[in-house]
């Protein structure tokens, strides 16, 4: 058996690489006293476009489908379907994972809903927190982010509290073909 000691976790997919990518989100918090449960769940498509000498990845993106239930106090839950987008969006991603431009992120706000905003607001500290590590980690090894970002959004006044803990549950493939599954 191969043992490997150090893994250096780094974007680097090929021009013309193609795959399908999930995305869960699970949390609870305290808003205006009164307990919120919310679930989250997008599936997209990516393929890339070209790798660029500054270790940036440009990506064309659609999203597949997906679904958010946002559960509070007595009233029934909540739930919303996303459709397929009917285009691609281009995205960039730098070599640690993190999205660094994304037409979502970008947009004027006059294009947006105020939902849209407010959501696009409390997720950016939490995507900045999802980078992988700069130091080679280990089969095993875990790391963690945590923090706050204010809420003043309608009604709702506060602080979104968020713990996001990674670990590399194992390796597959070999040599340049190798994945780290997170």
């Not at 869960?24 to 307990?35: H, I, P, R, S």
């Not at 940036?56 to 839950?77: F, K, N, Q, S």
């Not at 999205?99 to 607001?121: K, S």
């Not at 130091?135 to 090894?141: D, F, M, N, T, Y």
Request: hydrophobic share 40%; charged share 30%.
């Amino acid at each position: 058996a191969v043992v490997i000691d150090a893994i250096e976790l780094r974007v680097r997919p090929e021009p013309g690489a193609r795959w399908i990518a999930t995305s869960e989100a699970v949390g609870d918090a305290t808003v205006l006293g009164q307990e919120v449960h919310f679930e989250y769940a997008s599936t997209s498509e990516r393929a890339v476009r070209a790798r660029r000498a500054d270790g940036t990845t440009v990506l064309a993106e659609r999203r597949l489908g997906g679904a958010m239930r946002i559960a509070m106090g007595e009233p029934p839950a909540r739930e919303e379907a996303f459709a397929p987008e009917p285009s691609t969006r281009t995205t960039v991603m730098d070599a640690r994972g993190r999205t660094i431009d994304d037409a979502l992120f970008a947009a004027p706000e006059t294009l947006e809903d105020a939902r849209t905003q407010a959501m696009r607001r409390a997720l950016e500290p939490i995507v900045d927190a999802i980078a992988y590590p700069e130091h080679p980690v280990a089969v095993g090894e875990r790391w963690r982010a945590e923090g706050t970002c204010p809420v003043s959004e309608g009604d709702a006044r506060g602080a979104l509290r968020y713990a996001l803990e990674q670990e590399v549950a194992r390796v597959e493939g070999t040599g340049a073909d190798s994945v780290a599954i997170l």
